[in-house]
């Protein structure tokens, strides 16, 4: 009888190990902070149409055509090159530039990966989640950093190496 009570004991402190170990686990995935319930129609609509005039404001200023692909970034990276080098930006103009820029740059991976434009509760400017992958960024602050290192900051790189980042997520989920 005292054999069956040791068993027993041995078997409910396993389960309550398990259970506690199991817990632990779990609370340590990472998840963003904040999972968007739903899809922001009119919110994709504005960020595709913000992506749209930036194809045509290159396409009629600089004569470059930019069709969404990764490869486009590249030249996205060499007109704002250029257009820096050219003019005196005002504050103003900056800031319409990043809203564009990072539009396209934030469609630009959606076409191309997956995920949806939401607006994150504590960001002026949308941002980029995932839920496949639950991954996120803001095309917006890549800009910025664009134009903060202009000379140094390569978009087509930071393009990459986010496109890495949420392969990696998407791999680790899957598994």
């Excluded at 090159?81 to 800031?95: A, M, P, R, V």
């Amino acid at each position: 009888m005292l054999f069956l009570i040791s068993i027993l004991l041995l078997l409910i402190a396993g389960i309550t190990i398990y259970f506690i170990v199991d817990t632990k686990k779990t609370q340590t995935v990472e998840n963003p902070p904040y999972v968007p319930e739903f899809q922001d129609e009119q919110l994709q609509k504005k960020m595709l149409r913000e992506a749209q005039i930036c194809t045509e404001s290159v396409m009629t200023t600089f004569d470059k055509m930019l069709d969404y692909s990764a490869e486009s970034i590249r030249i996205l990276d060499q007109v704002i090159n250029e257009l820096y080098k050219k003019k005196n930006l005002s504050q103003g103009s900056l800031d319409r530039l990043i809203v564009t820029f990072g539009a396209y740059f934030g469609q630009t991976f959606l076409n191309n990966q997956s995920g949806m434009w939401f607006q994150h509760p504590n960001f002026n400017l949308p941002t980029i989640f995932s839920p496949k992958a639950l991954f996120e960024f803001s095309p917006f602050e890549i800009i910025k950093q664009k134009f903060q290192y202009i000379e140094k900051f390569d978009l087509y790189i930071a393009y990459q190496d986010l496109v890495r980042q949420y392969i990696k997520k998407l791999n680790e989920i899957r598994s």
